[in-house]
């Protein structure tokens, strides 16, 4: 056995007297396996990250179970915001000499000392940071190392404060006697399972495509060499063996290539990431036992391809290679893939728009991955019969149809791994794109203008605010606004106390005086109250309770559209009767002049001695999330027309290689054509329809079933169904330019073949 | 339409290296019209180059050519593949059909390229193919009939346009001598009553003989057979 594998490998590497189509086998496969190990690589990788991560998690968890002779650390969380960047501020204290030291920092950071996680310190660096700066207390004096922070992205602070300042918050301040939770690991996670594996196979099925593709290249030259050492004495298991062995070595190639690919990517992946998304180099690597897997399975993946290419192939002694009947394609189960999927997703149906029962979805999830592999099953019986159907038509054309009718297998499953990532794409791009369309609809209230900042503080420290904030350059005045909840009974509206211009910057209610009251009615419709309302405030984590309050008969109903924080009742002071609110948080609203920007920066700088007291942001701060979501939807679509790409690139490439082969394997008859004077553009536009009349089959099939899907999934979302015509073009002509780049690179060996020197038969 | 016995392909001085091999050397031919005439020689002597070079497939490196009085060396690639589409048929020693169209469409395909239709193409290759007696092949692959079946084929491939020239390169090389036989038979009797010149390189003397005239490729020189002793 060994022996055959050896004669296998010599005959791979011919010696250095390799053949063409031998060398191009050999790169090929090689090329396809470093593909596949270039995407399972980091899918293991992924999962040792996810653990990495969980692992620092668990190992910078405080813990507040009273531990005895230790003097607790004392820890008060706020989040400071620029944008949607959220920073994690952590306020300590030491109460003694051993009190416990965060993990990532040598020392405590002594009040009014700031120590920063490494993405928050190069967010400060950026030329940007200024406005993060001016949104964070004390002086930043040190880095938390990578042992202090989950993850690259993580942004975070440890801000020195006088114990004093956390006692007087009360139970809202903890008490930490130490850090770390023991780490159980990650197992087989809800990430790996649900998110990386289905990618990971959707990548990998076009490329398994392409490595058989590539290991049944020169096969008739192959065979022939095959029937030479049956001739001289080797069973047919042992030609099969030396047949596995010659595809090993394509494999080892490839494996080394895309172990080497994954070394240069890991270099560069916290850059390339989408979605915003940063991570160490160092957590990027697979773990070593599905490394081990990665490499018994590649090369076992070679070896299978390169015998799945020999299972209909006989190799006798006498140079004689007889193929074997073709099998029947069996239909069965092609239809009943695809009927399973359309009885799934017709089951969608029962359920009522906007119903996000489960089972509808599952229905739905079931149905779309029944639909989507029936489909691709599906392919080839319908490029048989579609070409079977075809007549006429020019030579080319008819060149091309007639070599489809012999064998349009081959082509059809190097197009069916496209289908089902194209009809997967269109159908998540559809999704993002109906459901991002509601991201634009977000309208800021019309005072927002007036008064662009907007400082969160509570009761107590509402007047320094005030004083603070108009204090800061271009401060022209502040509007506090106290968060109060309306109680009907059981019934709640949340509402805010404050005067109009405040008011007037939650929601557009129009003229407005002191002594107003509003309803705004919700989107979803509602009553406006009456009668006797019962107060609430809320402060430090608990609800406290105010007087009663009698609705003027006089409340303005308002249909103002959208409100920022879903507020129902906005009072006017006046409109209270001079009744005391209870202690609750308070939105300070600053008006002032220049840009906004600056004035926020300014208002910052002013409160942050107050720390988590006063949190800054702009009054329209709904804006910031809608534009992160359309940053979000911009990432998803460069990311799935990124893998769409990657795909139609392999695709494209197998079907060169088809090409290739068809066209070494009718050297003689297209030379003699040549000779007789058919002009090479004709052989060529025969090349051409041969490639494209697959792929078009294959992208017509593929719009069809994403846009099939998508609209029963908008369907149970209520949304309405808008096809972003773009990205179809956009594949659309990426799918065209595939199929003419596949056409002019066969070129070369067109011409090659039409020499004179290929007519010679002395 | 052409006398026959008027020179239809005259080719002199005809030199062609390949590297640094010297194909031909001066070699010299006439064809005339409806004339059979069997170029031979041993295996490398330069007879296929010469063919080539007369079919206007390959450009000499010097010589004149001249076809019906056209300078074929002088004419670009374009006109010369006109040429051998329209003028020109060819039948070589073996797998010249396209193996994925049948063989009525592989008879058809030179008349669909110079812009027969479909339906007047393959009837005028059905009349082709039961002239050769492989009418019966029509609806099959090169693949499913035999090689001297496959040849016939390519006979009538390559006189269904009408050729006033057939190249014929070693084209019975690859049967047994009774297939070989009946192929040229027909061949040269399809080409006689067409009016066609057959220029037919071979290095067997059984396949010359259907020839009126032969010459003889010796060191990239033509010399007539008469002359060879």
Partial sequence: ?762 | MTTPGTPLLIGSGLHKSFGPTRALDGAALSVSAGEVLAIMGSSGSGKSTLLHCLAGIVRPDSGTISYRGADLVGMDDKGRSALRRTEFGFVFQFGQLVPELSCLENVALPLRLTGAKRKQAEATATEWLARLEVDGLAKRRPGDVSGGQAQRVAVARALVTGPKVVFADEPTGALDSLNGEKVMQMLTQAARETHAAVVLVTHEPRVAAYSDREIVVRDGHTVDRELVA
């Fill in chain 1, 1 to 762: 056995m060994m022996r055959d594998l050896a004669l296998g490998l010599r005959l791979a590497v011919g010696g250095g007297r390799m053949s063409g189509a031998a060398l191009l086998r050999l790169a090929m496969t090689a090329f396809g396996i470093a593909l596949a190990v270039a995407v399972l690589l980091p899918a293991a990788a992924v999962h040792h990250l996810a653990g990495a991560q969980a692992e620092r998690r668990a190992a910078i968890a405080q813990v507040t179970e009273p531990r005895a002779g230790v003097a607790p650390l004392l820890a008060y969380n706020w989040y400071a915001s620029v944008g949607d960047d959220f920073v994690k501020v952590t306020a300590v204290a030491a109460t003694g000499a051993n009190s416990p030291v965060p993990p990532g920092l040598n020392r405590l950071p002594a009040p009014g000392e700031l120590a920063v996680s490494p993405e928050l310190a190069a967010k400060l660096a950026a030329p940007d940071g200024g406005s993060l700066k001016a949104r964070l207390p004390g002086q930043v004096v040190g880095r938390i190392s990578r042992e202090g922070v989950p993850g690259a992205d993580d942004l975070s602070a440890f801000y020195g404060v006088p114990a004093a300042q956390i006692e007087a918050e009360g139970t809202e301040g903890t008490k930490v006697y130490a850090f770390g939770r023991p780490y159980t690991g990650l197992g087989l996670s809800a990430i790996l399972l649900g998110v990386i594996l289905p990618i990971a196979a959707v990548l990998l099925l076009p490329l398994l495509i392409f490595v058989t593709t590539a290991s049944r290249m020169g096969a008739a030259q192959r065979e022939r060499r095959l029937a030479a050492l049956r001739l001289i004495g080797l069973d047919s298991r042992q030609v099969k063996r030396v047949a596995a062995a010659e595809s090993l070595v394509g494999a080892g190639i490839g494996l080394v290539a895309g172990i080497g690919f994954f070394a240069v990517l890991r270099t560069f992946v916290a850059d390339i990431l989408p979605f915003g998304l940063r991570i160490f180099p160092e957590d990027f690597v697979p773990s070593w036992p599905l490394v081990v897997v990665i490499v018994l399975l590649v090369p076992g993946l070679a070896v299978g391809s390169a015998l799945f290419g020999l299972r209909r192939t006989i190799v006798e002694p006498l140079g004689v290679v007889r193929q074997g009947k073709p099998v029947r394609r069996r239909m069965w189960w092609r239809w009943a893939l695809t009927a399973t999927g359309v009885l799934f997703l017709a089951a969608t149906l029962a359920f009522d728009r906007g119903d996000g029962d489960t089972a509808g979805a599952l229905a739905l999830a079931v149905g779309s991955v029944f639909l989507l592999l029936g489909v691709t099953a599906l392919l080839p019986w319908l490029v048989e019969r579609l070409v079977e159907r075809l007549h006429g038509g020019s030579p080319s054309w008819q060149l091309a149809i007639r070599r489809l009718q012999l064998d349009s297998g081959t082509a059809s499953r190097v197009v069916s791994g496209l289908v089902v990532v194209l009809a997967g794409t269109i159908l998540i791009q559809g999704v993002i794109t109906s459901l991002g369309s509601g991201i634009d609809r977000h309208e800021s209230p019309a005072g927002v203008a007036a008064v662009p900042v907007r400082v969160q503080t509570t009761a107590a420290h509402e007047a320094e605010v005030g004083r603070l904030a108009t204090s800061a350059a271009g401060v022209t005045g502040a509007h506090p606004a106290r968060n109060i909840t309306f109680l009907a009974g059981q019934e709640r509206y949340y509402g805010l106390v404050g005067d109009c211009v405040a008011l007037q910057a939650r929601a557009d209610i129009g003229g407005c005086s002191d002594g107003d009251a509003f309803y705004v009615v919700p989107a979803e419709g509602g009553a406006a109250p009456t009668g006797r309302l019962q107060l609430q405030g809320y402060s430090r984590g608990g609800e406290v309770p105010g007087p009663e309050w009698t609705v003027p008969g006089d409340l303005r109903v308002v249909r103002a559209g959208d409100t920022l924080a879903g507020d129902s009742l906005l009072v006017t002071p006046g409109a209270l009767g001079g009744l005391a609110l209870p202690d609750s948080s308070v939105a300070v609203y600053v008006s002032g002049t220049g840009d906004p920007k600056v004035l926020a920066d300014n208002v910052g700088r002013a409160v942050s001695p107050l720390a988590w007291n006063a949190a800054v942001s702009n009054s329209d701060y709904l804006s910031d999330y809608v534009e992160r979501d359309k940053r979000m939807v911009a990432s998803f679509r460069a990311v799935l027309l990124t893998a769409s790409l990657f795909v139609l690139a392999v695709a494209a490439m197998s079907l060169l290689m088809l090409s290739i082969e068809q066209i070494s394997e009718r050297r003689r008859p297209l030379a003699a054509l040549s000779a007789a004077g058919v002009p090479i553009g004709v052989l060529a536009r025969g090349s051409l329809w041969q490639t494209a009349i697959p792929v078009v089959v294959g992208v017509v099939l593929a719009v069809a079933a994403g846009l099939g899907l998508t609209a029963p999934i908008l369907r149970l979302a209520d949304r309405p169904m808008i096809i972003d015509v773009p990205a179809l073009l956009a594949l659309a002509g990426a799918t065209v330019t595939a199929v003419l780049l596949v056409t002019v690179l066969t070129m070369p060996l067109l011409r090659q073949v039409t020499r004179l020197d290929t007519l010679r038969s002395e």
